[in-house]
């Protein structure tokens, strides 16, 4: 999917304990030596059903078509289209440039998120003809 690193472990909390939460979690956690100790960090509202819906339509919109190679690099896309982009001035080339903004769970609310996947979303429709997203079910 493009990560820059190793997704996080997730865990939640339920009624009888800490459960592992999502696909990569009870993995992770039986990769974990026994005694190693571990920093948790309360997450606030990200949902991973939203962001599994957005790179399941991302990877359908890319089978679909041969417009890019992979999954990340329509994200990449879709960033600069819908404007979530830093410009900054490269010393190294003397020019402005923009680097697309991240999507990360860290970096980005639930309620962000899903108003960059709404018009993520509409703007792939517009200029590509079809709902990536709708063809699959998603979102």
């Given at each position: 999917?493009?990560?820059?690193?190793?997704?996080?472990?997730?865990?939640?909390?339920?009624?009888?304990?800490?459960?592992?939460?999502?696909?990569?979690?009870?993995?992770?956690?039986?990769?974990?030596?026994?005694?190693?100790?571990?920093?948790?960090i309360?997450?606030?509202?990200?949902?991973?059903?939203?962001?599994?819906?957005?790179?399941?339509?991302?990877?359908?919109?890319?089978?679909?078509?041969?417009?890019?190679?992979t999954?990340?690099?329509?994200?990449?896309?879709?960033?600069?289209?819908?404007?979530?982009?830093?410009?900054?001035?490269?010393?190294l080339?003397?020019?402005?440039?923009?680097?697309?903004?991240?999507?990360?769970?860290?970096?980005?609310?639930?309620?962000?998120?899903?108003?960059?996947?709404?018009?993520?979303?509409?703007?792939?429709?517009?200029?590509?003809?079809?709902?990536?997203?709708?063809?699959?079910?998603?979102?």
């Amino acid at each position: 999917m493009g990560y820059d690193r190793a997704p996080d472990i997730l865990v939640q909390k339920c009624p009888d304990g800490w459960k592992p939460y999502g696909v990569h979690s009870p993995a992770m956690i039986d990769d974990l030596l026994i005694g190693q100790v571990a920093k948790l960090i309360p997450r606030k509202g990200r949902s991973l059903p939203r962001n599994a819906a957005y790179w399941a339509g991302l990877q359908a919109a890319v089978a679909a078509t041969d417009a890019w190679p992979t999954a990340s690099h329509l994200h990449a896309d879709l960033k600069r289209l819908t404007g979530y982009v830093d410009v900054y001035h490269n010393p190294l080339t003397g020019r402005d440039e923009i680097r697309p903004q991240s999507t990360a769970f860290d970096k980005m609310s639930e309620a962000e998120f899903a108003a960059f996947f709404r018009l993520a979303q509409l703007k792939f429709t517009e200029r590509m003809g079809f709902d990536a997203w709708a063809r699959e079910g998603h979102e």
